[in-house]
């Protein structure tokens, strides 16, 4: 009897706390849960790499404040700051284009010093913040001035990270505007043709493209083409999902990871190491994490208070199972290979911060609704 | 005009929840769509997915069988294999390369001029893949470098099996030897159960029971990365890898008796001749040697060009075995077939006697055929012919049956056919058989009397092999009974050491051929070493058993048939080869043998006195006496076999710990001793 009321008054008194912090508990503790599951699954993909870990545990803790640090802003704050921000990272991206540090053939990096920043991620909040801010005060479903608008405010930033050229990243930016796009009512036929347009642009756009871009294409269209080309990835990363079985080979005994077979088994293929490593019942346990994420925030924007609100944490929630979907469809063989890491769980820089700042937006979205409304 | 619009909240609220409804629904069916995608791979092509992975990791490395020892009678191994030590050098692990082969060259384990090549090779390899810089190191080389092994990271001693000839040169035309696989010997072998394996049997027993020597090798699986390299991980990844030990080859026993092939070859040196000896009841050869002989063991870890071209050029040809593929005019060595073959084809009557001068006149014609340096027969009957080996009375002989009947005879004494040997290589001689006849003279065009006329004294169409002609001896000594020779008399399993002995092969017997001439014929075999007139008499006088022999002086050059033949007159090439046959003793006999020693003129000088010493050798013990006849078969397994020594030297025992054993595993003593070059 007593431990019980002392276990519901520490509860209690958690709850409280995470409210003053305008928290919201069901969401962090699955993002948690995910971020431990990823930490797990990177100590065996890099081979026990303690300095890789503690990087992204450094990261994680970095991301989480920035988290904790935005979901105690106002949504009005956020809201007038967007057309700032945005302003911002589209000058940060033509700095990219002008002074940007070249990695592995691409300009993504702007060095500040001791940090590296990819100003791509930055647009993978402003963008979407910058679409709800303008439909904020407008009257919904957009008309075709208002999609013109919409339009450019998307396409600029993705034509310019595509150049850099950062295909994923440019897509996922698109993707995160259209998004808003979508949910402020966008009609259907006008969706229906502009995936008309995006498949006869992806076509006309090969001739355009850089030669592994089209690789990748190619081979997600027939990775046996190339064996060891570009379907290379494709290839090794089925085998080891395939070979995972219904339970998996077990945690560092992954041996497509372990033995190099797996390219790019800390980033980008990582969930490749989940199925070998942890088979079909850890791959769904990962999945169910990812799907109460994602249901979770849905439910969390469609109680916002206002237009900006609802737009916003619907584009959050959307592009992070747009992230899931498509890093496990290409992993699996179901999407081409574009550079799409699993959230949360793939090592990598500026994209743990970018998606947990997009969750510390909706919590702020959600938590300050009685504030409005 | 379009009316104004007002933001309707209740309406937009509407909306939005449709629509993240639709976007809910698109989610979950995109998610459906994941899920089917890892079930198919995940539960339905498992098994195809896990064998690729499996595929993926693990290569397959080859463990060579150990070869099969090769074991004369009395158990010394003649055939073994010996571990060496090569030098390998893994790229990746070395830090100063440069520095660290000249080190080695201070160590004189490499030489300074090759170290350019050998970098270039290193430079051209994988830098995780081992590379031999310095093969075969001696034992002192081993030793020296074993000591000093900490100053080269990355270099490392790797012990291998080589092919060794303890006894060098000794039996090296029976035993033969195996050298690198070359592109023609890989037309016919399965090249899978090869990987891994060095070397093959080119010659001789070697290549003979190549099958039975080589074994079957096995395998081991490792695990490597995605770039080649062999990983060491214990535990999970490795619990699958499989190792199939090799199965050793399995032991050779020879009729090979050391003690008289050692004489034998002894008694050759210096010569260019042959020397088969073997036991006529079952054709166990108890020697064979052709002189001069090669050391196989330059042929079995690779021979150099300038060593191969030494032997190639050499003009006493040490490469060619004489015993097997020398075709020879045999001389008087083939009366006794001829006189048994006219005894029983009723030509002549053993009884008669004619008087035979220095020369025979031919028939119908004014050509005379001479009996060697002229000498006069006088009155001989058949077997006074064959003691004195008259000439006159054969060619006479000869006339009187006609090419065909000698064309028949012949064969029954294993002329002009293989004997069967079971090692590759024999020459089947020449034998004027009808079927040769038919071929070579049809209708008997271009073939004249002089030519059959010159048969009875082993001349012209009539060519035999030192092996033939031991074969020959044997039938005589058994009366009749043909064995075909063989070399190998049973294979041991190297586990369980059971020796499963294989049966001689009788493949003939002569019993068209009565008691009665077979009597005359031996008996004045017999005579050839004991008659005072007889041609072997001062070769074999005072023996201590009966022998009965027969002397063979052939003739090279025309002039001899003339009788005109000087010796010394006459470039050594083309001086009398020297022959002599015997089988002792003569009612039970034990040991046939036939001497060949060419250019060396009369039988009875040159061939005979090496015949009888090895009769000697084989027949009398160390008091001078005449041994028991010793069971023939089934032998027991020989007493003094040494253990086996394994390939696939256990890579567990540390360099140092080789570096420090004692000389070498098997019968040689001077196993490592030998510093290479």
């Known amino acids: ?373 | 005009m379009s009316p104004v619009r007002i933001k309707d909240h209740w309406r937009e609220q509407r909306l939005f929840d449709r629509r993240a409804w639709f976007a809910g629904t698109v989610m979950v069916l995109s998610a459906l769509a994941v899920l089917a995608r890892l079930y198919y791979l995940q539960v339905e092509r498992h098994d195809y997915y896990s064998l690729l992975a499996q595929a993926n990791g693990v290569r397959t490395e080859p463990i060579p069988a150990a070869r099969g020892l090769i074991i004369a009678r009395d158990g010394e191994v003649i055939a073994s294999n010996r571990p060496t030590f090569d030098l390998m050098l893994t790229p990746d692990e070395v830090p100063h390369l440069n520095s660290s082969l000249e080190h080695l060259v201070k160590l004189k384990l490499l030489r300074a001029d090759d170290i350019p090549s050998l970098i270039h090779t290193i430079k051209s390899q994988e830098s995780f893949d081992r590379v031999p810089i310095r093969l075969d190191l001696s034992e002192r080389e081993v030793a020296r470098f074993a000591v000093r092994r900490y100053e080269f990271p990355g270099i490392n001693l790797s012990p291998q099996q080589a092919r060794w000839y303890p006894f060098g040169s000794l039996a090296v035309d029976a035993v033969g030897y195996v050298g690198t696989i070359s592109a023609s010997d890989l037309k016919h072998i399965n090249q899978a159960a090869y990987a891994g394996t060095a070397v093959i049997g080119k010659t001789g027993v070697e290549a003979a029971y190549e099958k039975q020597l080589h074994g079957t090798n096995g395998y081991r699986q490792i695990l490597v990365n995605a770039l080649g390299r062999p990983v060491s991980r214990p535990g999970v990844l490795a619990q699958d890898l499989h190792v199939e030990p090799p199965i050793p080859g399995e032991d050779v026993i020879l009729s090979l008796d050391l003690k008289i092939q050692r004489l034998a070859e002894k008694l050759l040196k210096g010569h260019d001749g042959a020397v088969v000896a073997l036991d006529p009841w079952n054709g166990d050869i108890l020697a064979l040697a052709s002189s001069p002989a090669f050391d196989p063991n330059l042929f079995a870890r690779g021979i150099s060009e300038q060593q191969y071209q030494a032997l190639v050029n050499n003009p006493d040809l040490p490469l060619f075995n004489r015993a097997l593929r020398a075709q020879l005019p045999t001389g008087s060595t083939v009366k006794p077939a001829i006189a048994l073959g006219a005894l029983t084809d009723g030509i002549v009557n053993p009884k008669k006697r004619i008087y035979a001068s220095s020369a025979w006149h031919l028939p119908g014609s004014d050509h005379l055929f001479h009996n060697a340096a002229h000498e006069v027969c006088g009155w001989v009957g058949l077997r006074m012919a064959i003691i004195m080996s008259c000439d006159v009375y054969f060619y006479r002989l000869a006339y009187k049956m006609g090419v065909d009947r000698l064309g028949a005879w012949l064969p029954n004494f294993g002329f002009g056919r293989p004997t069967g040997i079971d090692i590759p290589g024999e020459q089947s001689g020449l034998a004027p058989t009808p079927a040769w006849m038919a071929k070579h003279y049809p209708h008997d065009y271009g073939w004249y009397p002089g030519d059959t006329v010159i048969l009875g004294i082993g001349q012209g169409a009539f060519l035999a092999t030192p092996l033939q002609m031991a074969h020959y001896t044997g039938i005589l000594a058994t009366r009749g009974l043909s064995f075909q020779p063989r070399l190998v008399t049973g294979l041991r399993n190297p586990r369980t050491h059971k020796i499963h002995w294989k049966r001689p092969i009788l493949d003939g017997n002569l019993t068209m051929i009565s008691p009665a001439s077979w009597k005359v014929v031996i008996g004045a075999m017999h005579g050839v070493t004991t008659n005072p007139r007889g041609t072997a008499y001062w070769a074999m006088i005072n023996s201590p058993y009966p022998i009965a022999g027969k002397t063979g002086t052939a003739q090279l050059t025309r002039e001899e048939a003339n009788g005109d033949y000087n010796r010394k007159a006459t470039p050594e090439k083309l001086r009398d080869d020297s022959w002599f046959i015997a089988f002792a003793p003569v009612q039970a006999p034990r040991i046939a043998v036939a001497v060949l020693v060419e250019h060396a003129g009369w039988g009875a000088t040159a061939a005979a006195p090496i015949a009888r010493k090895i009769m000697n050798a084989y027949l009398l013990g160390p008091n001078g006496k005449l041994l028991a006849a010793t069971p023939p078969e089934p032998l027991s397994e020989p007493a003094n076999l040494k253990p086996r020594v394994l390939a696939g030297v256990s890579r567990t025992f540390t360099v140092l710990e080789q570096a420090a054993r004692p000389k070498g595993p098997a019968a040689g003593s001077s196993v490592l001793a030998s510093e290479a070059p």
């Open chain 1, 1 to 373: 009897m007593s431990t019980e009321s002392r276990a519901r008054r520490t509860l209690g008194g958690a709850a409280r706390v995470l409210l003053a912090l305008k928290v919201d508990g069901p969401l962090l503790t699955g993002l948690g849960l995910i971020a431990a599951y990823g930490l797990v699954v990177l100590y065996s993909a890099s081979a026990e790499n303690l300095p890789m870990l503690l990087r992204t545990v450094l990261r994680l803790a970095l991301g989480a404040v920035i988290m904790l640090a935005l979901a105690r802003v106002t949504p009005n704050v956020l809201r007038r700051a967007s057309p700032w921000l945005y302003a911002i990272g589209i000058l940060l991206l033509l700095a990219v284009a002008a002074v940007g540090h070249v990695y592995l053939g691409a300009k993504r990096w702007l060095d500040l010093g001791p940090i590296q920043f990819q100003p791509s991620e930055l647009m993978k909040l402003a963008v979407p913040m910058m679409c709800a801010w303008y439909l904020h005060e407008r009257p919904l479903p957009p008309r075709w001035s208002d999609l013109a608008v919409l339009g450019a405010i998307i396409l600029v930033p993705v034509a310019l990270v595509a150049k850099e050229p950062d295909l994923g990243t440019a897509m996922l930016i698109g993707t995160g505007g259209f998004i808003v796009v979508f949910l402020a009512g966008l009609r259907k036929r006008v969706i229906a043709a502009l995936l008309l347009l995006a498949v006869g642009g992806m076509l006309f756009g090969m001739r355009f493209m850089h030669g592994y871009q089209r690789e990748r294409l190619v081979s997600y269209l027939n990775p046996e083409a190339h064996p060891l080309g570009a379907g290379y990835h494709i290839i090794q990363s089925q085998i080891a999902i395939g070979s995972g079985g219904v339970f998996g080979k077990g945690w560092m005994a992954g041996s497509q990871a372990l033995l190099d077979f797996l390219p790019e088994r800390t980033t980008d293929f990582i969930f490749a190491v989940i199925g070998e490593e942890f088979g079909l019942l850890g791959v769904l346990g990962l999945l169910l994490l990812y799907a109460f994420v994602i249901g979770r925030s849905l439910y969390l924007s469609m109680q916002g208070p206002d237009t900006f609100s609802r737009l916003l944490g619907g584009s959050v929630a959307l592009t992070f199972f747009i992230y899931v979907f498509i890093n496990a469809g290409m992993t699996t063989g179901l999407v081409p290979v574009v550079g799409v890491p699993l959230p949360l769980v793939s090592y990598g820089g500026s994209s743990v911060v970018t998606v947990l700042s997009g969750f510390g937006i909706l919590m702020s979205l959600y938590s300050h609704r009685k504030l409005m409304g």
